[in-house]
């Protein structure tokens, strides 16, 4: 099963162009099952594009979008594609000026498994304001069905306390931790914040994170294959 996760400022590239298009190109070629996408348009400035409605035609995929801001004429937060059709909940997370969110959907047969349950998300960007939306959604991990992945922005490196803390409460796994391979900024990288994480019924078959100036950030890609769940606690 393979899985994307992208922040796509918009489809506001390193060139100050905006081109969905271009987004979409970036990814497509890896045919993933599931793409998770950060700051996606809807219908709003610049300029008035439907950028859930473009991304679902282009790659040809299910796009569930999460208005995290909500205007009269569109909004702004979370969106993932996929394959397969899914149980969507919309999460509201703790937040600071900027409304954050979870976007969960539970999918059936995707990618050779029967069922997974994914959240995208996209964190705030001071300290204190993680560290209640790392509580709030490793609530939503704990009472979600497994095998379970995250992914999104979360603004922080993985030695970041909100992140430690949302691994150590869930039991997630990082799969990029034994790469660090940095995210941001997609001209220049030199740190990680951009994750996919997973539950311990998972493992890590391939992790790539992708060149393209398309955004600030790159994407970052990994194939999951079903893995052993570890031994009962005595």
């Not at 900024?185 to 391939?206: C, E, F, G, K, M």
Request: charged share 20%; proline share 8%; glycine share 8%.
């Amino acid at each position: 099963m393979r899985i994307i996760t992208y922040n796509t400022r918009g489809s506001l590239g390193m060139d100050d162009v905006r081109s969905t298009q271009r987004i979409a190109e970036t990814v497509r070629p890896y045919s993933a099952d599931v793409i998770c996408f950060q700051e996606i348009y809807e219908r709003i400035p610049p300029p008035l594009e439907d950028q859930p409605a473009r991304l679902a035609s282009m790659l040809n995929r299910r796009f569930t979008f999460q208005r995290c801001l909500d205007f009269a004429f569109g909004g702004y937060g979370n969106g993932i594609a996929t394959t397969a059709a899914g149980e969507v909940f919309r999460h509201i997370l703790p937040s600071g000026k900027e409304q954050r969110g979870a976007l969960e959907i539970r999918l059936r047969h995707v990618g050779g498994l029967a069922s997974l349950t994914v959240f995208c998300t996209h964190w705030g960007l001071v300290d204190s304001e993680r560290m209640l939306q790392a509580e709030a959604l490793a609530n939503l991990v704990l009472a979600a069905p497994r095998p379970i992945v995250v992914a999104g922005d979360l603004n922080e490196t993985p030695a970041g306390q909100a992140v430690v803390d949302l691994l150590s409460r869930t039991g997630l796994i990082d799969s990029g931790a034994p790469f660090y391979r940095p995210t941001f900024i997609s001209n220049n990288p030199t740190v990680q914040i951009d994750y996919i994480l997973h539950s311990p019924d998972l493992r890590v078959a391939s992790f790539e994170v992708i060149r393209s100036e398309a955004s600030d950030h790159l994407p970052v890609m990994v194939d999951l294959v079903p893995g052993a769940l570890p031994p009962p606690k005595r």
